[in-house]
Nanobody
């Protein structure tokens, strides 16, 4: 397991942009597939995006395709989610997840999770 710490959440207006980041500890970051999920109170946690260990493969939920972009920097042990053209329905707590296996991350079964960062999109 790795320790994950999200940052960058906040309040943004509809149509605006926000970038959330996830920092990790340890020298094994580059071996992990990483992902972003989000959750609103009373609803199930929802997959947003994921990226393979070397950044060569990315996966997105249909609801964010064309608006969000996931990236990683293995030299800085970070993964980021650039969110553009934000909508009120993007309001949620965003969580970072990690696992050795990309499909496992996408399935929401990653071995490591962060504490989350709140994103609010106001109209």
């Amino acid at each position: 397991q790795v320790q994950l710490v999200e940052s960058g959440g906040g309040l943004v207006q509809v149509g605006g942009s926000l970038r959330v980041s996830c920092a990790t500890s340890g020298r094994t970051f580059r071996t992990y597939a990483m992902g972003w999920f989000r959750q609103v109170p009373g609803k199930k946690r929802e997959f947003v995006a994921a990226i393979s260990w070397n950044g060569g493969h990315t996966v997105y939920a249909d609801s964010v395709k064309g608006r969000f972009a996931i990236s990683r920097d293995n030299t800085k042990n970070t993964v980021a989610l650039q969110m553009n053209n934000l909508k009120p329905e993007d309001t949620a707590v965003y969580y970072c997840a990690a696992d050795f296996n990309l499909p496992t991350v996408v399935a929401g079964q990653g071995s490591s999770w962060g504490q989350g960062t709140q994103v609010v999109v106001s109209s």
